[in-house]
T-cell receptor, first 115, second 112 residues
Framework: GAVVSQHPSRVICKSGTSVKIECRSLDFQATTMFWYRQFPKKSLMLMATSNEGSKATYEQGVEKDKFLINHASLTLSTLTVTSAHPEDSSFYIC???????????FGSGTQLSVL | GENVEQHPSTLSVQEGDSAVIKCTYSDSASNYFPWYKQELGKRPQLIIDIRSNVGEKKDQRIAVTLNKTAKHFSLHITETQPEDSAVYFCAAIHTGRRALTFGSGTRLQVQP
């Protein structure tokens, strides 16, 4: 299947700092990328949908000023958690779909721990 | 929006037995239903999917059935092996959004 790369895999940071997570599609053009959040033993909850070159669409209850999403190219989307707090600690995972494969592929995830 | 319910939340079977996980969805316009397998701390891996124009699809030990009228679909794993142990998520795509809605997950444990 297609390859989606996500970095970093693990981040530990102090409360109040910002953290940037990158998601790259390595062998296809990702016209749409999705960002999910997953708490321990829970399902994946969609945070936002981003289309290349346009503003992200956020799900209800997700603060767009706190979770900044940029999808400037067909191969890269970034999620920045601004002024992170302990309650933001979670597993963040991106997914991408696009030409030529319309199926959805996931990045490897980022475990964020805010102290 | 779409709502996907998944049962059971946990499932324990003996090696060699079959396992069945069931999901229901609410949006009759949904037309794509993938199943993912997720191991602890890893990314979800697509294991099988089905589109609404077919009722059943099989890939070796894994099969998925879809009943559009009842709006439910099921994952069937035969001859289970310990390496099948993981969390399985069903999902449905909400027409026009291209964003998957996931079920709550089923933790499958295959006892050797």
């Amino acid at each position: 299947g297609a390859v989606v790369s996500q970095h970093p895999s693990r981040v530990i940071c102090k409360s109040g700092t910002s953290v940037k997570i990158e998601c790259r599609s390595l062998d296809f053009q990702a016209t749409t990328m999705f960002w999910y959040r997953q708490f321990p033993k829970k399902s994946l909850m969609l945070m936002a949908t981003s289309n290349e070159g346009s503003k992200a669409t956020y799900e209800q209850g997700v603060e767009k000023d706190k979770f900044l999403i940029n999808h400037a190219s067909l191969t890269l989307s970034t999620l920045t958690v601004t002024s992170a707090h302990p309650e933001d600690s979670s597993f963040y995972i991106c997914s991408a779909t696009g030409f030529p494969n319309e199926k959805l592929f996931f990045g490897s995830g980022t475990q964020l721990s805010v102290l | 929006g779409e709502n996907v319910e998944q049962h059971p939340s946990t499932l324990s079977v003996q090696e060699g037995d079959s396992a069945v996980i069931k999901c229901t969805y609410s949006d009759s316009a949904s037309n794509y239903f993938p199943w993912y397998k997720q191991e602890l701390g890893k990314r979800p891996q697509l294991i099988i999917d089905i589109r609404s124009n077919v009722g059943e699809k099989k890939d070796q030990r894994i099969a998925v059935t879809l009943n559009k009228t009842a709006k439910h679909f099921s994952l069937h794993i035969t001859e289970t092996q310990p390496e099948d142990s993981a969390v399985y998520f069903c999902a449905a795509i909400h027409t026009g959004r291209r964003a998957l809605t996931f079920g709550s997950g089923t933790r499958l444990q295959v006892q050797p």
